[in-house]
């Protein structure tokens, strides 16, 4: 069995490098061996490991030979075939699981080769040092967070994903990425290691992910302090030689320099956009300066912002988007100007439309925007651009302190004193409840909302009714603003104008109740996700005649607040899983791609650079004798697996397989995978007829666990294959057990299948077909991109013979040894056509569901081994390089 | 305080108004808009920023930190405040 290497590397700093291996061995540490590479460490390290000799391997260099050069000697000397985790001896382990969740996030897809984690400073609020980063070409200083800044831990960045780079801190390596791309490069001694690492990766097809469910704490730099400028001198050795391989390489990936026009303060709808998607079209290969469009301060400590603001372009841009209302629209000046603006009214005001002649194209978030710049008589290209959601930092689990009495509230936030109508909310939500009841209304105030909002608070408040906090915003840093919603239970944005309000949607995003008024970009928001208040009147903004703008109706107003509070705990429930399904269709990424290809469609950009071909385990690997049948139940895995038995595979002891009544040869299932299987469905609340949706990480850990125990009597006797049904649902699991591995997929006729199952089980036609479904789409999802090869059990019963001899052909040409070409006769006496009992006609493929005709229709014409089936847009019909379809 | 000798002087204006040195700043703030000042004045303003509390005291930490490090990462700590029953407001 395959298993990892976790390889710490220590020079002296002996009291770091214990805490370190006592925080480690506290944690689940499966499959795992601990080697610690002594870079000739002069302390009392080499006497004082001898406490761990029994669960640590010790490497001792001759001295210290660096950062690189150590690992290095780690990863030559781990396990052949083990992945490896390299780990600075700084590092402290407070997670029990990060290790299965590091491999989770691993194996996910095919194509992760480098797997890191969130790092956090010894600070005792929490800080977050590292989140996956990005270095920019202009100075080659290296990010270890998006925005650059240090910011405090607010479970941001902790769903997994793809980034330009991991810190080498702690890196989990995958066993096909070191063969694909091999060790450290030992130009560099110690940092900009891990940097090149991820661009080697990259350039092969391989991607670095951030495994945002794992947080280590990192003493930054205790590894190495001390020194008197060595480590400065390091760094600069590094950073030549770094820049020597990639600075014009990351120079020339950008498509060209695209100018954002706009504001990283206020308004803070326009500077939360500037914030969020500045950095995401860098990253998506723009070259993005800033210029801001009214004067401010921007925040120094947003590297993304700063970097933009410092760069400069030598003549016009290539392209500029404006983000900001509409009359700073005639301050464009890129070649392909774009803006993005949206108004308060149902029709935008005279001067907002003439601004709007200076655009080649103009973004609106919504339809309401579009219908409100086209009733004013814009005639410049609208497209409009949805506003997605940041993910990252807008989830339901941002933590923030509640009220200590726990009383309900509702969070609003205040940015103009008219627009927002803080006067009627206040003075409503006070008419609505009593002062006896446990709930408040918390109002977020900006600064830009003027004193004249607390006077008209004030007013407000005068009288009896349930409690009104209010905080004033100075300059909270945007990064935190999910925390506003995270204090309460819902937000409600009452308000006059139809401008979009991102906390709308963060609010949902956050598992929160949004109530809105039903008026502009927030309408259709509302009214799909979320309890609308309607609108009285339409009215004229006072300060732009001609231009209305909704009052919300008080009762509407009064009646969802109190919907709301009534119904809280049936509206808490399942909110956050709500919020992320919601926070999934409108995610910010989709923003930011869209915004790149309208930024594009002005034909002034470079055209995209292609990508390198992504990595598949299968191109360099070649299998090691670890066979995995995979097939929905009743589709001829067990004659497979004899015909496998009858090549020389071994099923493990006959003692450990079971017999069934309906299958008295045998299943060629070991009975402790099987307990294992039942297990794991068991752990997350299901069964083979009911697959669980979730899939709790004590339950794989534990799945893991069993199956590693498995592996290990087999692997004593290989080529060995394993077989059970179950394992379609669960095999990813198994992943990071095996080492190069082939999965053989099993297939037959869903009418078949289904047929059987009713016979055998009881199982309704639809029902059957459903499961059929299921199965199978799980188990080519998961061993996308590895060595594959599909059976057709139609093909097993009408000609055993040669379509044992393909499977033969196919697991020989993937390199599977010792298996010995199949035996007529032997074949013969397995393969018996009157076990296939049931036998489906084609016209009988109408009672499959249409998502079902294709899944069938992709098997039989071999696009189902795409690499990307199922995955999203690979063409269907793709030959996958990797697989051979036989049967 | 930034500077010992700031420290110094701040409390020795402070200790002439019966104020802390914090409090003294939070009245420099409020009362310098204005193009005079008298004695009642002081004693009304210093009297509210007394009773402001937390607020004030938040306040001032606002003015103690360096250029554009102002109000950083204090969500959690105005959340804190305004939940003991302080609004923190922008007059």
């Known amino acids: 069995m395959r298993g990892a290497a976790l390889i710490v590397l220590a020079w002296n700093q002996w009291p770091l490098t214990e805490r370190c291996l006592d925080s480690l061995f506290a944690t689940d540490l499966d499959a795992a061996e601990v080697i610690v590479v002594d870079n000739g460490s002069s302390d ?96 080659l200083w290296g990010q270890q967070t998006e925005s650059g800044t240090v910011e405090r831990d607010i479970a941001q960045f902790t769903r997994t994903r793809r ?32 940097t090149d690492y991820c661009l080697r990766a990259a350039d092969a097809g391989i991607a670095t992910v951030l495994a945002g469910g794992v947080t280590i704490q990192h003493d930054q730099h205790g590894s190495t302090q001390d020194d008197g400028g060595f480590r400065r001198r390091l760094w600069e050795a590094s950073r030549a030689s770094f820049a020597a391989r990639w600075q014009k390489r990351l120079a020339e990936n950008y498509r060209g320099t695209v100018l954002w026009q706009g504001a990283t303060r206020f308004a803070p709808a326009y500077a939360n956009l500037a914030r969020t998607l500045l950095r995401r079209l860098d990253a998506r290969g723009l070259r993005m300066a800033f210029a801001p469009v009214v004067r401010e301060i921007a925040d120094p400590e947003d590297y993304r912002v700063e970097l933009a603001g410092r760069r400069r372009w030598t003549t016009t841009p290539d392209a500029t988007l404006v983000c900001a209302p509409a009359p700073h629209f005639g301050k464009a000046q890129g070649r392909f100007r774009a803006g993005l603006a949206f108004g308060e009214w149902d029709r935008v005001p005279a001067h907002w439309a003439d601004a709007a002649r200076a655009l080649d194209l103009l973004l609106v978030p919504d339809a309401f925007q579009a219908e409100a710049f086209r009733a004013a008589g814009v005639r410049t290209p609208i497209d409009v651009l949805p506003l997605g959601v940041d993910r990252d930092y807008c989830h339901p689990r941002v933590p923030a302190p509640r009220d200590p009495d726990g009383r309900f509230v509702f969070v609003a936030t205040i940015a103009d004193a008219a627009r927002d109508a803080p006067a009627q909310l206040v003075s409503t939500f006070r008419r609505t409840f009593r002062a006896s009841e446990p709930v408040e209304l918390l109002l977020i105030v900006d ?104 009052e919300p109706d008080a009762d509407s ?38 915004l790149v290809d309208r930024l594009a469609g002005g034909n002034t950009l470079s055209p995209a650079r292609a990508r390198p071909r992504a990595h598949l385990p299968a191109d360099d690997a070649r299998a090691c004798g670890q066979i995995v049948v995979l097939g929905m139940h009743r589709s ?35 009975g402790a995978l099987h307990g294992a299987c039942l297990r794991r469905l068991e752990a997350a609340g299901g069964d083979w007829k009911h697959p669980p949706m979730s899939a709790p990480d004590a339950a794989v850990d534990a799945f893991r666990r069993e199956a590693a125990a498995v592996l290990d009597t087999l692997d004593a006797r290989r080529p060995w294959f394993v077989k059970e049904p179950r394992l379609c649902l669960i095999v990813r699991e198994l992943l990071p057990l095996l080492t190069r591995p082939v999965f053989v997929h099993v297939v037959r006729d869903p009418i078949e299948v289904a047929a059987s199952l009713e016979a055998r089980d009881g199982l309704g036609r639809d029902e059957a077909l459903a499961l059929w479904e299921r199965y199978t789409r799980a188990a080519f999802a998961a061993t996308r991109g590895w060595p594959r090869v599909v059976v057709d059990y139609a093909g097993v019963v009408a000609d055993p ?6 499977l033969h052909a196919a697991l020989v040409a993937f390199g ?28 009988q493929h109408v009672a499959l569901s249409p998502a079902q005709r294709e899944l069938l229709a992709a098997i039989a014409d071999g696009s189902i081994l795409a690499p990307d089936f199922g995955a999203g847009d690979e063409p269907a019909g793709a030959e996958a390089a990797s697989a051979r379809a036989c049967g | 305080m930034p ?31 204005r193009e005079r000042i008298d004695r009642t004045e002081i004693d009304a303003e210093l009297a509210r920023i007394r009773a402001a509390g937390d607020s004030a005291d938040a306040g001032v930490g606002i003015l103690l930190l360096g250029f554009a490090s102002f109000a950083a990462d204090d969500v959690d700590r105005a959340l804190e405040i305004v939940w003991r029953g302080t609004d923190v407001e922008l007059r």
Not at chain 1, 559 to 584: H, I, P, Q, T, Y
């Open chain 1, 44 to 139: 009392e390290t080499p006497d004082a490991i001898a406490a761990y000799a029994s669960r640590v391997r010790y490497i001792r260099l001759a001295g210290n030979l660096g950062f690189v050069r150590g690992m290095n000697a780690g990863i030559a000397a781990a396990r052949p075939g083990d992945d490896v985790v390299l780990l600075n001896n700084d590092l402290g382990f407070t997670q029990r699981d990060w290790l299965n969740r590091l491999r989770d996030a691993a194996y996910a897809a095919p194509d992760t080769g480098v797997v890191g984690c969130r790092l956090l400073g010894p600070e005792p609020e929490g800080r977050v040092y590292h989140a996956g980063g990005f270095i920019e070409p202009d100075a």
């Open chain 1, 163 to 194: 980034v330009q780079g991991i810190a080498f801190a702690l890196a989990y390596i995958r066993r096909d990425c070191l063969d694909r791309i091999g060790a450290l490069d030992p130009m560099f001694h110690s940092y900009f290691e891990d």
């Open chain 1, 447 to 550: 600064p830009a909302a003027g004193v004249d909002a607390n006077a008209a608070l004030d007013t407000a408040r005068t009288g009896d009714g349930a409690r009104v906090r209010v905080i004033a915003n100075w300059a909270f840093p945007d990064y935190q603003r999910a925390q506003w919603l995270a204090a309460g239970d819902a937000y409600v944005s009452a308000r006059r104008g139809g401008g979009w309000d991102p906390h709308a949607a963060e609010a949902i995003a956050c598992g929160k109740p949004l109530i809105a008024t039903a008026f502009g970009s927030q309408a259709t928001l509302v009214r799909e996700y979320g309890h609308p208040v309607e609108i009285a009147r339409l009215v004229d903004d006072p300060s732009q005649r001609g231009c209305r703008w909704a």
């Open chain 1, 557 to 594: 107003l009064a009646a969802r607040l109190r919907d709301v509070f009534e119904r809280r705990d049936l509206l808490a429930a399942g909110a956050s899983a709500r919020g992320g399904a919601f926070a999934s269709g409108h995610d910010l990424d989709a923003t930011a791609d869209r």
């Open chain 1, 636 to 670: 001829g895995t067990s004659s497979v697996a004899g015909l496998l038995a009858r090549m020389g595979a071994w099923p493990g002891d006959d003692s450990a397989l079971l017999i069934g009544p309906d299958n008295p040869r045998g299943h060629y299932e070991l």
């Open chain 1, 801 to 806: 013979l040669a379509a044992s001899a393909r």
């Open chain 1, 816 to 843: 599977v040894e010792g298996l010995r070409a199949p035996d007529a006769t032997a074949v013969g006496d397995w393969i018996e056509p009157a076990l296939h009992r049931q036998h489906a006609a084609r016209e």
């Open chain 2, 3 to 33: 500077r010992e000798v700031d420290a110094a002087r701040l409390a020795m204006l402070a200790a002439r108004l019966d104020a802390s040195p914090r409090e003294l700043l939070a009245l420099a703030a409020r009362l310098a808009p």
